[in-house]
């Protein structure tokens, strides 16, 4: 299916954009991961958004959300893969689903972490950022998940359940995660193979595993979008959320400081209303 905005990401910024465009009657769709992978989801009180101060911010989200959903806007739970423009066209790579749109807003939040040593190296060589993808690539293998999102737990008994041997690897071992899947503790990895993945390296202990499946809340900016100009890890971007590939724009926390909720507000609602005038710009040429 074909929409005029896919915005990529939940949060203020996300929806603020959602909810612009579907007030220009523009059809929208948000697709983004679990939301207690926000860092606003956390907080225990927000007390400096203007007139609604003392919520959460699960309750602010929770807000957020039940507006855009009133207005219409299309709401999608996976991880964004790649975004690639064609023409004045972009197909957006969800799971192992692809979307159409005829612009984009980033709306990201903040990319933490770099990557790990053979990440890059070992990517489609056994290196992998979607179970649903690729998990049926490994039946009857080893398979090693790095759980670094909160719907990890769910992935890795996916896998299990497609026949893979998963060993779970992770700061520290998730509520959830099923009795029967081994756990392994680390926070320093190292991907490491020949032609292929064949042991990650996790704080000193090898594991021997034909895959692994790095699993984030997001990608990377850049490696979402080849090309896209970023500056210290942020988009970006002008004043009105443009980046330097047309029909793309980007507001929130991955434009840069300050990380606060209403910022993103304002540069969600920004980019929103330019993305819907980039569409009627475009469709009048």
């Not at 939040?109 to 690539?137: H, I, M, N, Q, W």
């Not at 670094?148 to 359940?161: G, I, N, R, T, Y």
């Not at 779970?168 to 099923?178: D, G, I, M, Q, S």
Request: aromatic share 6%; with cysteine; proline share 5%.
């Amino acid at each position: 299916m074909s929409y005029d905005i896919l915005v990529i990401g939940a949060g203020p910024a996300g929806l603020s954009a959602a909810l612009q465009a579907r007030v220009r009657g523009k059809s929208v769709l948000v697709v983004a991961g679990d939301d207690r992978d926000n860092a606003l989801y956390k907080a225990h009180q927000v007390d400096n958004y203007l007139g609604l101060p003392g919520l959460t911010g699960a309750e602010l989200l929770d807000r957020f959300a039940a507006h855009a959903r009133e207005t219409g806007v299309e709401r999608r739970t996976g991880r964004v893969l790649g975004v690639m423009p064609v023409g004045d066209r972009f197909y957006v790579s969800i799971d192992s689903d692809m979307k159409e749109a005829g612009a984009v807003i980033l709306a990201l939040g903040v990319s933490r972490g770099k990557k790990y040593p053979g990440e890059a190296e070992f990517l489609g060589r056994g290196v992998s950022y979607c179970a649903t993808c690729d998990g049926a690539l490994y039946r009857e293998k080893r398979v090693a998940v790095v759980g670094l999102s909160a719907d990890a737990p769910e992935e890795a008994a996916f896998l299990k359940q497609l026949g893979c041997q998963v060993t779970y690897v992770a700061a520290k071992r998730p509520e959830h995660l099923e009795n029967d899947i081994p756990f392994v503790k680390g926070v320093k990895l190292e991907i490491r193979g020949e032609k292929a993945v064949t042991v990650l390296e996790a704080d000193g202990e090898e594991i021997p595993c034909d895959g692994v499946f790095l699993l984030r809340p997001s990608l990377a900016p850049a490696d979402l979008l080849p090309g896209l100009e970023t500056d210290g890890g942020y988009i970006t971007a002008d004043r009105d959320g443009r980046t330097n590939i047309p029909g793309v724009f980007a507001a929130g926390d991955c434009t840069g400081l300050p990380l606060q909720v209403s910022k993103a507000v304002g540069e969600g609602l920004v980019a929103g209303l330019r993305a819907a005038e980039y569409l009627d710009q475009t469709r009048q040429k």
